[in-house]
Structures are given as structure tokens and as C-alpha cells.
């Protein structure tokens, strides 16, 4: 950042125009000279040595030092009878700048910058007149050279004020603050606070909250503490509790997301039995005299949103599944024959690629009781392998097909991540 910065304000001083000067000097014992400089085009401006630092409690500092810039313009003198006019040279030498940066944030959660301080220190200005009169130019060069430093000190300063306004300002405000993640649910990643300066490091704080589209209500628990790591190897460091990943089993259960429909045929050649009342009256011998020969569909939903936690070995969470189980009636209407409750542990892995968060899902142990059945009582514990299979062979891949695409991280508009690595704290 701070190498395109300096490249782009380069470019932007070569830009700078200087006023015209007019103006008029005595000479004791010869009289009034009256001078015109006009035509003040920078040809370049150079700044080879520079330095991007923290300033506690402020934000950034940028720090540029011998710097260097080539000018050059017309100039015209008249004493008298004496009129002369034609060209200059001009060099600036040892160029000094010192930029604050303030760091903010607006109403609606962006990033904000502003120069808080910019001074400009000019040592040292050489300028080479063409002409014949070469004393009355060393009195005119002695007239205005305090002129040029001026203006081209506060000029600089002018530059870099409207350049952090015009150009820094928009791209921080590239940092996103809500980013839709599908047709249910979206981040807000809005800034909670102003970025903070540290001796070590720029600190932002933000939401990281899920939220249904269709209908944003108040989150019903609160965001963690969340603290920073001790090591500071890394260029940039991405930290998020569980209130992240737990909102979003809020918004998408909120969003009615979390209901799965299994039917006959998204079950595979290779498990050897088809969802119908057929396969289960081996289990359920009763659904053979009420429902022969029928299709059966599976409806899964999650009468809660499934929490998880974050530890040293990673994120794990033990969701409550409701299976509702339908025959398929000859006419396509749906007769309910029972409706289990599917306990499980499941544990996830998260890493990032391509600027995203993304996961898998590894099902344990599960354990299935009955809530209700509309065709007697059965054994449960008998349809306890089908269910595994249901899941293993049919949700769980589906599931992390979806993980798999991610959610997007916070980043501004071209920066990319490269070499991650994600560690799981307490």
C-alpha cells in the first residue's frame, strides 16, 4: 500500500501548477525593478526515500525525505531602459514531507481518512536564468527565491490533502460493509468503532454478524470478546468468534433455509435400498397393510438454530434434527407416518481460499428417538444405520457443497491473501 501510494503521489506532483509571480524590487542608487515569472511547469518530482509508520491513539504517519523536483518558466524584468526576458532552470533539493493520516469511521460502519497534519520543508532551491544581465538576475533570483519555496511548500501540502480526499478516501470505502451471501442471507462486516493505532499494529473492529434478507431482527445473544493474538509475524491478521458462525445458523434458520427434503431418487445405486414403504416395513411391519408399495419423502429441519463452539482443536456443535417422514399417496398428496428427533456431534473444519471462509462438516455419533408416529409404536433403534446412511450419503455432501463455496472476508477492492494459515483459540 504504501509503495502504490507514494508511486500514485509522484504522479500527482508532477501535476502541480504553480502561480504566477509578479512583483517589483529597489535597487539603492538604480531604481525599481519590476519582474514577471509565468509558465511554472514541474517536470518532475521524485521521492526516493519514504517511510509508513503507526502513530498511537492517531492512525498513520507517512514520512518522505530527500526529496527532489525539476521546474522550469519564462520570466521577463524591466529597470528603465533595460528589458530582458527568456527562460529558467529550476531545482528543488532536499524536499522534507510529513503526512498524518486520521483514521474514522462514518455513520454507516465505512472506513474514513483525512490528513490530520501535512507540513513541507524545502532546504535548499537552485534556479539558472538565460540571459545577458547576470548580475540583475542574481538580485531577482535573491528576490523571489523565498516565493518559490513558499508556494511550492503549501502547493505540496494542497496536493496531498486533495489526494487523500479524493482518491484514498474512495478506496478505503471499497471495504465492504454488508456482502450478500445468496437469496437468504447476507454479512454485515460494518466497523463497530474507529480503527485504532497501536506501536504494532492498525486494529479494526468489526460486526461480523449474519442477517436474513428477507427479515432482519435483533441478534437474541451477545458478541464475545474477542482477543488478538500475541504474535505479530504476519502481515494481517483475520480473528472471529463463535457470535460469527453462530449468527449465521440464526439468519438462515430465521430465513427457513434449514429444512432439507430427501426423496427416492437422490439416493444412489450403491446404497442398495430405495426410500419407499417397502424398505421400512421391514422395520415398521405396519406400513405394509396401511401404505403398501408407496414412495416415502424425508423432511429434515432444525426446530432450533444449531449453535456452535470454538476451542484449541476447533469448532464443534451437537444440532437437533427433526425427521419427518411422508408417504407419497397415489394422487402426490403426502400421509405423515412418524417424526423423529436426530441428536448428533458434529465437527467442522474452516480454512480460507480465494478471500473466503470456508468449511466442511464431519458428522459423530448419532442418537434418534421418537416424537411422534402416526402408524403406531415401532423400534427406533432399528432405523438407527438407514438414518446414518441418509445422512452420510445424502445431507452431509450437499451440506459441504455449500461450505465449500464460502463466505466472503472483508477485503478492499485488489487485495488478495496469500500463505494463510487458521489456528483455533479458546
Known amino acids: 500500500a504504501h509503495q502504490q501510494a507514494i508511486g500514485f503521489l509522484e504522479k500527482e506532483l508532477t501535476q502541480l501548477k504553480l502561480p504566477d509571480i509578479v512583483g517589483d524590487f529597489r535597487i539603492r ?7 514577471e515569472i509565468s509558465g511554472l511547469d514541474l517536470r518532475s518530482f521524485h521521492l526516493p526515500y519514504s517511510r509508513i509508520s503507526l502513530v498511537p491513539n492517531v492512525g498513520l504517519q507517512v514520512s518522505i525525505s530527500n526529496a527532489f523536483a525539476d521546474m522550469d518558466g519564462n520570466w521577463r524584468v524591466k529597470l528603465y531602459f533595460i528589458r530582458d526576458h527568456g527562460s529558467f532552470d529550476l531545482k528543488v533539493e532536499n524536499v522534507y514531507i510529513k503526512i498524518n493520516l486520521k483514521l474514522g469511521s462514518d455513520a454507516s460502519g465505512k472506513p474514513t481518512v483525512d490528513t490530520s ?9 537552485r534556479v539558472h536564468f538565460s540571459g545577458k544581465f547576470g548580475w540583475l538576475y542574481n538580485l531577482f533570483y535573491g528576490a523571489v527565491e523565498p516565493m518559490f519555496r513558499d508556494s511550492l511548500e503549501s502547493k505540496v501540502c494542497e496536493i496531498v490533502v486533495r489526494s487523500v480526499r479524493s482518491d484514498l478516501q474512495p478506496y478505503l470505502r471499497t471495504l465492504p460493509v454488508t456482502a450478500r451471501i445468496d437469496a437468504k442471507a447476507g454479512i454485515d462486516y460494518s466497523l463497530v468503532a474507529p480503527p485504532t493505532a497501536t506501536a504494532q499494529s492498525l486494529d479494526v473492529d468489526l460486526k461480523g454478524e449474519f442477517f436474513s434478507l428477507a427479515h432482519r431482527s435483533a441478534v437474541p445473544f451477545s458478541p464475545l470478546a474477542l ?19 453462530n449468527t449465521a445458523s440464526f439468519a438462515y434458520h430465521a430465513a427457513g433455509a434449514l429444512v432439507f427434503e430427501i426423496t427416492d431418487s437422490m439416493i444412489t445405486k450403491d446404497v442398495g435400498f430405495h426410500l419407499d414403504t417397502s424398505t421400512f416395513s421391514a422395520f415398521i411391519p405396519q406400513l405394509e397393510k396401511m401404505y403398501p408399495d408407496m414412495q416415502m419423502k424425508l423432511r429434515l429441519s432444525a426446530p432450533s438454530a444449531p449453535f456452535l463452539n470454538i476451542g484449541p482443536e476447533g469448532l464443534s456443535l451437537k444440532p437437533v434434527v427433526d425427521i419427518q417422514a411422508y408417504a407419497i399417496l397415489p394422487n402426490s398428496s403426502l400421509a405423515p407416518l412418524f417424526l423423529l428427533s436426530l441428536v448428533s456431534n458434529v465437527s467442522a473444519v474452516i480454512n480460507v481460499k480465494s478471500g473466503h471462509i470456508v468449511g466442511s462438516l464431519k458428522v459423530g455419533r448419532m442418537k434418534l428417538s421418537l416424537k411422534h408416529s402416526d402408524v403406531g409404536t415401532f423400534q427406533v433403534r432399528m432405523l438407527q444405520s438407514m438414518m446414518n446412511t441418509f445422512a452420510s450419503s445424502i445431507l452431509l455432501p450437499r451440506l459441504n457443497d455449500r461450505l465449500d463455496q464460502g463466505f466472503p472476508l472483508p477485503l478492499p477492492d485488489r487485495i488478495q491473501l496469500s500463505n494463510i494459515l487458521v489456528r483455533f483459540h479458546q
Request: aromatic fraction near 18%; glycine fraction near 6%; hydrophobic fraction near 35%.
Open 29 to 35: 542608487h538604480v531604481g525599481k525593478v519590476h519582474y
Open 117 to 125: 497534519d501535512c507540513s513541507t520543508h524545502i532546504s535548499k532551491v
Open 227 to 245: 482477543a488478538l493474538p500475541p504474535d505479530h509475524d504476519r502481515m494481517v491478521y483475520f480473528g472471529a468468534s463463535s457470535y460469527f458462525f
